[in-house]
């Protein structure tokens, strides 16, 4: 079964790129460059965008798999992408590292709720639109003080969000799960315990598809 599941093409949309897994290789496609005609395998997938919807309704070996989710939660309009990395957990503080950052607390499988914050790419780019004259950049030179603007916009991020990913920790007692595509860059900065699983999506996509 296992080696079924892994030749098993999976996709997870998002809002600037699409993902798919193809025999366990990961290929990567911006949103403005995918089109579903471009791959005739039978894929099963999940979407956010909501723009790409109808597109994909018109192409039947695209197989959305949305319906197969089920989440204790009282949270209103949790977003598939958000179901699908915590439907699997069963206490932890799960953090989506992408466009956005989606962070989701699990107790006793029980999803409790959860934030969502501009994501590292999204934060310089709101930098820049309102202080053009500044160069930043998406990444930075590790010093414990920066002094540099693109420095201190880069750590100032990732720091922000280290001081309250180890508060929550504190506060709720459970384990962080990092996933998503800044996660690994992440990890370097985060001085408390955690688990990286950068496919965590895909691997409970498969978990579902069982």
């Known amino acids: 079964m296992k080696n079924s599941l892994d030749s098993l093409y999976l996709s997870d949309?998002?809002?600037t790129n699409v993902k798919i897994l193809k025999?366990?290789?990961?290929?990567?496609?911006?949103?403005?460059?995918f089109s579903p005609a471009n791959f005739p395998q039978k894929i099963f997938y999940i979407n956010v965008n909501l723009q790409i919807q109808k597109t994909l309704d018109k192409f039947p070996n695209w197989i959305n798999i949305a319906n197969l989710i089920k989440?204790?939660?009282n949270y209103?309009?949790?977003g598939i992408d958000r179901q699908v990395a915590?439907?699997?957990?069963?206490?932890?503080?799960?953090v989506d590292l992408g466009t956005a950052i989606t962070i989701d607390i699990v107790k006793n499988r029980k999803h409790l709720g959860g934030y969502i914050l501009l994501g590292k790419n999204s934060t310089i780019q709101a930098f820049q639109n309102?202080?053009?004259?500044?160069?930043?950049?998406?990444?930075?030179?590790?010093?414990?003080?920066?002094n540099e603007t693109q420095d201190a916009v880069y750590f100032g991020f990732f720091h922000q969000l280290k001081f309250f990913l180890k508060s929550l920790k504190e506060n709720e007692n459970?384990?962080?799960?990092?996933?998503?595509?800044?996660?690994?860059e992440f990890a370097k900065y985060l001085d408390c315990s955690y688990t990286l699983n950068t496919n965590l999506i895909f691997d409970n996509m498969k978990t579902l598809l069982k």
Request: aromatic share 4%; hydrophobic share 35%.
């Open 13 to 15: 949309i998002g809002h």
């Open 23 to 33: 025999n366990g290789e990961l290929e990567i496609v911006p949103l403005s460059h």
């Open 71 to 73: 989440i204790d939660t």
């Open 76 to 78: 209103q309009n949790l």
């Open 86 to 94: 915590i439907f699997d957990i069963e206490n932890g503080i799960v």
């Open 130 to 146: 309102k202080t053009s004259h500044l160069k930043f950049s998406d990444s930075g030179k590790m010093k414990t003080l920066p």
């Open 174 to 184: 459970l384990p962080i799960i990092l996933t998503g595509g800044d996660s690994q």
